[in-house]
């Protein structure tokens, strides 16, 4: 997707305050991007990967928003997953543009909410999130970032990573969850927030030398 498509489906640009004297490299000061879903799906598109697609019977799932539950405001996002495949992933994603970045390593953190019915020690689904430069489109363009049903309830799922970001390109953030089980599950998500901020370089470690 173009940042010209972007701009015109009022994707936001992810600011990053300024050095002193107009000085080029943005300082580590990010401006945080937050959503819970109040007036819409704030951009967020829902998609989805099922290995066998189209060979097999389509994946029967829906991300949609919902008043039922929130852990933020009054909606969230309703997420319907039926795990009839033993497999299938479903998410949300957004591109943000970049263009006022410089073209650089930058640590982008993503948090989220995810809310499960129960808790179970057993038949957990993997909690899956992806930033990058590309759109995802696979399941195995995801990092397993935790699982469900770890608590009965709202539960806060992390995941960061270091990316190199261009002005020409878009940031891609998603974040959703997969199956493994061949059962049909509900889940909700809400209040997602993003930073981004310059990689710090790694110092080198001494050199150290054996005694004699």
């Given at each position: ?5 972007m ?17 080029s ?43 039922t ?34 073209p ?49 309830g ?59």
């Amino acid at each position: 997707m173009s940042l010209l498509k972007m701009a015109a489906m009022g994707v936001p640009v992810i600011l990053l305050a300024q050095g002193s004297e107009g000085q080029s490299n943005p300082v580590s000061i990010a401006t945080a991007y937050s959503e819970s879903f109040e007036t819409g799906m704030g951009g967020w598109m829902p998609d989805h990967h099922l290995a066998c697609e189209p060979a097999c019977w389509p994946l029967s799932w829906h991300i949609v928003r919902s008043p039922t539950r929130a852990y933020h405001g009054a909606y969230s996002l309703d997420c319907y997953l039926n795990g009839d495949h033993d497999d299938g992933t479903i998410w949300v994603e957004r591109p943000f543009q970049t263009s006022a970045l410089a073209p650089g390593s930058y640590k982008v953190s993503l948090l989220f909410y995810l809310w499960s019915d129960s808790y179970s020690h057993v038949n957990r689904w993997p909690v899956v999130a992806f930033l990058g430069s590309a759109d995802p489109e696979r399941e195995d363009q995801f990092a397993i970032i935790g699982q469900t049903n770890m608590v009965a309830g709202w539960k806060q799922y992390s995941y960061s990573r270091v990316v190199s970001l261009k002005p020409t390109q878009a940031l891609w953030v998603a974040f959703g969850f997969g199956a493994t089980w061949e059962v049909p599950r509900t889940y909700a998500m809400d209040m997602v927030r993003i930073t981004v901020e310059p990689a710090r370089a790694r110092r080198a470690q001494p050199t150290r030398h054996h005694e004699r």
